[in-house]
């Protein structure tokens, strides 16, 4: 199994431009999680899915983010205009809605907003 | 917000010496989770212990939970270099959604 797949690995872009992060989750799992990683304020939870419908969206910040789950193997999250202050590490997450309930991360998208 | 709060913040020591951190979580769980962060990766997970369980093993490493204190702590054994990460606790609340405390970074030195 190729594990939970993030593009791109890096992202550099300019304040008020629109920033699309990706995921693709492992087969067969139904819950997918989207993280954000700072010094800051450590690992937060920003929204999940679960058999593709957002459940929890109350750690998404702020209008400008939004995220999506058109199909069990594919979700976005979108930054519309991105702000300096957006800048960290993005982690896409996947598990099995029953069972261990072990979440299987990506390597993570490190966005740098100037 | 974080539930779980992790002690001490950072941990060095030598190959071969034992490694103790700790978690400190706030509200009632279904069970608590210790994942492992090397640096520049995505978090793995290391181990499960459910809110009816108090110790678990596995391989070197060994999780104690004490419900009636909201704790519990992680032992690394036998530490390697190649242990040194950051190590995060997370507390399973409702569903799957899970709440991860700020971290332990650990280092070995050999």
């Known amino acids: 199994d190729a594990g939970v797949i993030q593009s791109p690995r890096h992202e550099v872009t300019e304040m008020g431009q629109e920033v699309t992060l990706r995921c693709k989750p492992i087969s067969g799992h139904n819950s997918l999680f989207w993280y954000r990683q700072t010094m800051m304020r450590g690992l937060e939870l920003l929204i999940y899915f679960n058999n593709n419908v957002p459940i929890d969206d109350s750690g998404m910040p702020e209008d400008r983010f939004s995220a999506k789950m058109p199909n069990a193997s594919f979700s976005t999250l979108k930054i519309q205009p991105s702000e300096p202050r957006d800048s960290a590490v993005y982690f896409c997450?996947?598990?099995?809605?029953?069972?261990?309930?072990?979440?299987?991360f990506g390597p993570g998208t490190r966005l740098t907003v100037l | 917000s974080q539930q779980g709060e992790e002690d001490p913040q950072a941990l060095s020591i030598q190959e071969g010496e034992n490694a103790t951190m700790n978690c400190s979580y706030k509200?009632?769980?279904?069970?608590l989770q210790w994942y492992r962060q090397n640096s520049g990766r995505g978090l793995v997970h290391l181990i499960l212990?459910?809110?009816?369980?108090r110790e678990k093993h596995s391989g070197r490493l060994r999780v104690t939970l004490d419900t009636s204190k909201k704790s519990s702590s992680l032992l690394i054994t036998a530490s390697r270099a190649a242990d040194t990460a950051s190590y995060f606790c997370a507390t399973e609340e409702y569903g799957n959604k899970l709440v991860f405390g700020a971290g332990t970074i650990l280092r070995v030195k050999s």
């Open positions: 212990i459910r809110s009816n369980e």
């Open positions: 997450a996947s598990s099995l809605t029953q069972g261990r309930f072990e979440q299987f």
């Open positions: 509200t009632s769980i279904n069970n």
